[in-house]
């Protein structure tokens, strides 16, 4: 095949077929071995070597004529290649790991599009007139030292001049098509003659750049690699808004917070510090990945799902999150001290100790509409004060508005297990605890707080479940106003404030039912107005009033009641004249219907929707509660009774002898005993009204078969009894459904209606000293 190729090419006429044809190629057959190594030893390239390694054959331009395309002459100890000068027609030429030192060659080559010349001793850039065709051009391992102007080489798209002695980067202003530039390891200190070049890989390893700059305007680039230098900061690289891999292994750069400069670049996938000191931070990999939650891949490795929610967890967890952690600490915290009961848990088995809490931005009047909404209220709420870590403001009072302790003491408080909740907001720290909850509770009046959302979220992870009320402003610019004028805010922290109205807003959006109402709050006399109503409706105060218009008497005569067997109160309320409601045997008994309708009435205002499973919960922990309660199994509660057992049958003929005696075996019992019992036992012990002989046997009479028989003293069982006649709940649990048990002989609002008769001063002595 190839003799009738040649005879045919040759007998066609020289001209037709240049050097580097086809025809030459088969005409020079590949020299004897000898003449092979003569001609290596002397690195003079020749037409017969060249026929040996051209490729790619191909027709000519008017597909007349057929000539090689390529010639590939690697690590062939090369110096001379003039005999390239007869190759015209060549588009890829390959001369890497050889000893050329000129390549003027190229200049009879216009139709060159590739030229690897690598790994060669060419000292002189671009020594030949320009290919108009020549796209990539790799000069890699050479001994250049200056760069020159290539502004004629309008095709070029691809340039590697690593390797080389380049002190400054000059002359490539006017390559329009440059998209890859290398000029990794060599000695360019300062960035710059890259201005609007349409570059999108550039490598810069390994020379001595000691920061980011001349970047700016490369709004095309893509992959950048820096590493192997003296770079201290990532500064100039917040404009290149698509670079997605970046390498900076081996550099200098100590700070995390540096990563904030290319915060913003979201389409940044690949980050490499490798080799900084900055590896040595602790937590170095979730910070990072924290303040840049799109990468893919940190040093070479993948960043994972778990890693991404760590940091987030960590550095800015979601409020949940925050909440959830809080709860559990206090729990833990307070599930290590004494064991108390309390007044805030002691309403019924059924029903939540009611709060009301007001919640908004700073600023928007929280605090003072929850101050007059109890001074108004004052026979249904008190303020519950908070404790924090800031200093008070202008008019602010300790003991008042907050407790304003130091850090110290609130975490020794956090580790004596005194808070509810607790929440961080701008650097300080609230937190409500359970003694200012108990403070309002022992006063038998439901509790009124002021919190930030981060505190809702905390007190929502709790056993309580008060009403929530969002005040929000709707006037952006007024409520601006308000901040400026009161000259308490920075304009950063104004700017803070105002962003977080619409966390609020979305919170509101984005959790259906999170608040129970909202309020918007830009005039506060129409603010506290409605909040007045709704706490009113709350209240079932406007049904209460509508009730005694319609009777006539608070008593409710009308309807046929004896005074002494009124229906329960509605909750958070008293009479109609303002005194306590009093409580008879037949009030406490839940079986009553009339009872039943209201208990149901009211648990359905207050009480959210639960799962079947929290409420299959609630009521294993009611029966536990009423078992204890009853003396069926011995706990906290059964013991609470069996103090004062022996003074049971003589209290209920003479309550002075009850509570005189009473006073003496509690304080015999509580030496004994590592059950500590606050204030709200004396109100249970001594809330019990003389009962009906008949009542109480017909009670026994009912649990004598469910009642195993005791043993301990027989008399604490009835005493227990003898509080409670009815074993469907706690005892007091039926007098005010809402309302914890309210201590007799305490102060109470003047009134115009008789109010019951005074108790014996010792029981209020026996309450003080439980």
Avoid at 591 to 609: G, M, N, V
Wanted: net charge negative.
């Amino acid at each position: 095949m190839k003799e009738t190729m040649s005879q045919q090419f040759s007998s066609a006429s020289p001209g037709c077929c240049p050097p580097g044809s086809h025809s030459d190629a088969v005409l020079a057959e590949a020299p004897s071995s000898k003449d092979n190594r003569d001609m290596e030893k002397d690195g003079v390239l020749t037409a017969e070597m060249v026929s040996g390694f051209v490729s790619n054959l191909g027709r000519c331009g008017t597909g007349l004529q057929h000539f090689y395309h390529q010639l590939s002459l690697p690590s062939q100890n090369l110096q001379d290649i003039s005999v390239l000068c007869n190759y015209v027609h060549l588009q890829k030429l390959e001369l890497p790991h050889n000893k050329i030192k000129d390549l003027s060659c190229v200049s009879h080559m216009p139709y060159l599009v590739i030229l690897d010349a690598s790994h060669n001793e060419i000292s002189s850039f671009f020594g030949f007139q320009q290919p108009k065709n020549l796209k990539e051009v790799n000069f890699s391992h050479n001994h250049m030292t200056k760069m020159k102007d290539l502004s004629a080489y309008s095709s070029l798209s691809n340039l590697d001049l690593s390797y080389n002695s380049f002190r400054e980067i000059s002359g490539l202003e006017q390559c329009c098509k440059l998209a890859h530039l290398s000029l990794a390891h060599n000695k360019i200190s300062r960035i710059s003659g890259l201005d609007r070049l349409p570059l999108t890989h550039l490598c810069l390893r390994g020379n001595q750049l000691e920061r980011i700059e001349g970047l700016e305007n490369l709004k095309s680039l893509q992959v950048l690699d820096l590493s192997l230098n003296r770079i201290t900061s990532l500064s100039g690289l917040q404009n290149l808004h698509i670079l997605g891999s970046i390498n900076l292994e081996k550099n200098l750069i100590n700070e995390i917070q540096e990563c904030k400069h290319i915060h913003d670049l979201f389409l940044l996938r690949d980050l490499n510090l490798l080799g900084n000191p900055i590896q040595e931070q602790p937590d170095y990999r979730l910070a990072v990945v924290f303040l840049l939650q799109h990468l893919t891949v940190l040093d070479q490795d993948k960043v994972t799902a778990e890693e991404k929610v760590s940091a987030v967890n960590k550095y800015d967890p979601p409020l949940d999150v925050v909440a959830a952690r809080d709860h559990m600490t206090h729990l833990v915290y307070q599930l290590m001290q004494p064991q108390v009961l309390y007044d805030s848990t002691l309403p019924s088995a059924d029903s939540p100790y009611p709060m009301l809490v007001l919640t908004g931005p700073e600023g928007c009047g929280k605090r003072e509409l929850a101050h007059r909404l109890c001074q108004e209220l004052s026979e249904y709420f008190a303020y519950g004060t908070c404790h924090t870590t800031r200093g008070p403001h202008v008019e602010e009072e300790s003991g008042v508005d907050y407790h304003f302790v130091s850090e110290e003491d609130f975490q020794n408080m956090i580790h004596m297990g005194k808070f509810i909740q607790t929440m961080q907001y701008r650097g300080h720290r609230y937190g409500l605890t359970r003694d200012a909850l108990e403070d309002v509770a022992r006063e038998g009046l439901a509790c009124c707080v002021h919190m930030e959302l981060e505190g809702v979220f905390s007190l929502k992870n709790s056993h309580f479940e008060p009403r929530y009320i969002l005040l929000i402003p709707t006037q952006m610019e007024k409520f601006m106003g308000h901040l400026k004028n009161c000259g308490l805010y920075t304009a950063a922290q104004i700017d803070i404030v105002m962003s977080r109205i619409e966390l609020y807003a979305s919170t509101n959006r984005q959790r259906l039912g999170f608040f129970d109402n909202v309020i918007p709050c830009d005039d506060w006399e129409e603010a506290y107005r409605t909040l007045r109503q709704v706490v009113k409706e709350y209240l079932l105060l406007e049904e209460q009033e509508d009730r005694e218009d319609n009777t006539g008497s608070p008593d409710n005569t009308a309807t046929g009641h004896e005074p002494d067997e009124k229906l329960p109160s509605p909750p958070l309320s008293r009479s109609g004249s303002g005194s306590l409601t009093s409580h008879s045997a037949t009030a406490l008994d839940p079986s009553d219907p009339s009872y039943r309708i209201y208990f149901t009435k009211i648990q359905a205002e207050l009480s959210p929707q639960k799962s079947p499973a929290e409420l299959a919960s609630i009521r294993r922990r009611e029966q536990l509660v009423r078992e204890a309660i009853v003396g069926k199994s011995p706990g906290v509660y059964s013991q609470l009774f069996k103090s004062s057992a022996p003074t049971a049958p003589s209290s209920l003929q003479n309550p002075d002898a009850h509570f005189s005696e009473d006073s003496s075996s509690l304080d015999g019992s509580r030496a004994s005993s590592a059950l500590t019992v606050p204030s709200s036992a004396g109100a249970l012990s001594g809330s019990a009204e003389p009962l009906d002989r008949s009542v109480l046997g017909h009670t026994l009479e009912t649990l004598k078969d469910q009642t195993p028989e005791p043993t301990t003293r027989p008399g604490a069982d009835q005493q227990a009894l003898a509080v409670s006649p009815s074993s469907d709940g706690r005892p007091g649990s039926n007098v005010k459904p809402i309302l914890p048990p309210i201590p007799t002989g305490r102060k109470t609002p003047a009134s115009p209606s008789p109010a019951p008769s005074p108790r014996p001063q010792t029981q209020q002595s026996v309450r003080e000293e439980v």
